[in-house]
């Protein structure tokens, strides 16, 4: 091959846009699920039942799009309605009644009268994807952001205006890392507070994971390093947050809290405020 030295307009000038199919088995197979429905007025849970015979897995796919509900939210809602146990196709099979009973709850015969029966016009095409682009990510950064308030509104009244929210702070040996809020400052903090909903900023459970580890690896001895989190898609990644929790059993994180546990927060503010004077 000859050698040669490319210019960037000559790259820039053959770049060409990268399509790709979104649709794959599991998609078009659910697709004719559905256009195959009959329509009517109203469903019942006959019709839920139908939906989940024979194929669970994409029975349960048209649920989900039904009820406009992601995946690990569609799991977060069964595991909270069926208790403990699976939410498979053993589980539907060994106690139906339960299953069906979850979904009616969820309002999933009204959601597909609602769906069945709309009359689109042309707007609504754009309307979805605008939903499911740029509205999925504004949806987790405004659930995101008010967990952020939440945590911030707690430090507020315990120290006042002794604190700064999102920067990078300075730890051990110069080391840094990025936090939610720095009390009194970034500078030699001695409070650092992580804030993440999982299932709220789109953000990976490694990212999640690997945002505290940095925290925990930059932070002095003397730095309490407190998580706050929320979000029942928790439920579904068990084992993930198990290692939060182990990092907390290790005193590497010294407190995990949720908007629930709003009291237990405030109080072990009031008592690290009088620790670090």
């Known amino acids: 091959m000859q050698a040669k030295d490319q210019t960037l307009d000559e790259v820039v000038d053959s770049l060409s846009p990268l399509n790709v199919d979104w649709m794959d088995d599991v998609a078009a197979s ?38 406009a509900l992601s995946k690990d939210s569609m799991e977060a809602e069964l595991k909270r309605g069926l208790g403990a146990g699976g939410i498979g196709v053993k589980r539907y099979k060994a106690d139906p009644d339960a299953f069906l009973d979850v979904l009616q709850q969820l309002q999933l015969p009204e959601a597909m009268a ?47 205006d002794g604190y700064e929210t999102r920067v990078t702070f300075t730890g051990a040996d110069g080391k840094t890392a990025k936090c939610d809020v720095a009390v009194p400052d970034r500078h030699r903090p001695r409070i650092v507070i992580e804030v993440k909903g999982y299932g709220a900023t789109g953000s990976k459970m490694t990212d999640i994971i690997g945002d505290l580890d940095a925290i925990i690896d930059a932070m002095r001895r003397d730095t309490w390093l407190l998580f706050v989190t929320d979000g029942t898609t928790w439920k579904s990644r068990l084992s993930d947050l198990k290692k939060i929790l182990d990092r907390q059993n290790q005193g590497k994180i010294a407190r995990i809290y949720t908007t629930k546990m709003r009291e237990q927060f405030l109080a072990d503010l009031k008592s690290l405020k009088q620790i670090i004077g």
Do not use: H
């Open 114 to 160: 609602t769906s069945i029966n709309y009359e689109p016009v042309w707007s609504d095409i754009l309307v979805e994807r605008l939903r499911s682009g740029r509205g999925s990510a504004i949806s987790g950064q405004r659930r995101g952001r008010g967990l952020e308030e939440f945590a911030e509104a707690m430090v507020r009244e315990v120290f006042g």
């Open 30 to 67: 659910a697709i004719a699920r559905l256009t195959d429905l009959p329509r009517k007025e109203s469903y019942n849970r006959s019709d839920i039942s139908a939906l989940l015979n024979g194929n669970f897995d994409e029975g349960i796919l048209c649920a989900r799009l039904f009820l």
